[in-house]
């Protein structure tokens, strides 16, 4: 009997590891295709030569980053009362995002406006500050002076609603949250993106009050990246999930190449977090990245991504401010930002660049909390 239970133990320990392993690698997969949507500026700016479709295809291929984010938030958070009460999953929410939100949104504000403040020490000429409370406030609160901030806000309200998910008893949560998922599936996504798509040919437009409310927006990526953490799925799921995700990076690859050239812009109709396109090849690629990081073997490998993860929160809050270094004084190397090179040269410069400063950062104790 002891042999058995031991070996249970053994299996159970295991299978926790497996778990852990494969939320670091998509931890760090995801931090890392971040850096490369924000390097890779250049998006944006539609035009004719050949990189932009390039563009469009780093774009396309590394979107999945915050829905995976989204996803790893349901993945760890919703099973929180196992660890801790609904008080410390509260209070550990708020030192290890709110403090360094508040923290890095004033960092932002000076960063925005370094050059007046600068100009002001050095009693060069300059247009001012207009502050008020009011305005600093606003810029914090709606991320209107780093504008990459902007996943904190949803996060947080995802925060607020884990516990209500949480409350749902362990045994009936794949059940019922597979049913969430499937409803605004069907409600919140394939439907509005395919009334989308017809509309040049078709004038019915669907209420906003067939909204699925308990899974919508962001919320279906933190359900479904319960669901797909906790369940083991038969290879025919895993296979219709895969072929989804295959047609949903096609469909917002070539759809987005194909209108943006017809209309000489960037046409975001395929694009969104909220859009069909990107929930089914987010699921496809977290499912694959799940299967893939189980089978990691090597110790060294896994060590690497345990310790890489540690810092891709803060690369995620620092990494845009080294960019927009890059990209003010890349005029000196005569290289231009519309190139596969400076993409790749910028995301591998500001990820060193964050993990150094990261390493900094903790070392004094007054700003530890800002780099958790």
Known sequence: MGGKADAKGRKRKT??????????????????????????????????DSYWGVANVIETVFYFAVPMFFMMTGATLIDYRKRYTTKTYFKKRFFKTVIPFLAW?????????????????????????????????????????????????????????????????????????????????????????????????AEFKMYSTYTFFPAHQYLIYVLLGYVLHKKELRLKYRVMIYISSVIGLLAHLLGTYYASRAEGAVIGTFKGYYALP????SAGVYLFLKNVSNRIKSEKVNRFFSWFQSYTFPIYLIHRYFLDVFEENIHFINLPRASLLYVVGATVLALLLSVLTTMLLRKIPLLRRIVP
């Not at 406006?113 to 001012?128: I, Q």
């Not at 045994?171 to 989308?196: C, D, E, M, Q, W």
């Not at 990107?278 to 090849?281: A, D, G």
């Open 278 to 281: 990107c929930l089914m090849y």
């Open 15 to 48: 299978m926790s590891a497996k778990r852990s392993n494969y939320i670091s690698v998509i931890n760090v997969i995801s931090a890392l295709a971040v850096v490369i949507l924000h390097a890779n500026s250049s998006f944006w700016s539609y035009s004719k």
């Open 105 to 201: 949104s004033v960092f932002a504000l000076l960063w925005k406006y370094r050059k007046t403040l600068w100009a002001m020490v050095t009693g060069a000429p300059n247009n001012g500050l207009d502050w008020t409370f009011n305005s600093i406030v606003d810029g914090i609160l709606n991320t209107k002076f780093q504008s990459i901030y902007w996943f904190f806000v949803p996060l947080f309200c995802i925060y607020l609603v884990i516990p209500f998910f949480a409350a749902i008893e362990e045994k009936k949560r794949i059940k019922i949250y597979t049913y969430a998922i499937i409803a605004s599936t069907v409600l919140n996504y394939a439907i509005p993106f395919l009334l989308g798509l017809l509309g040049k040919y």
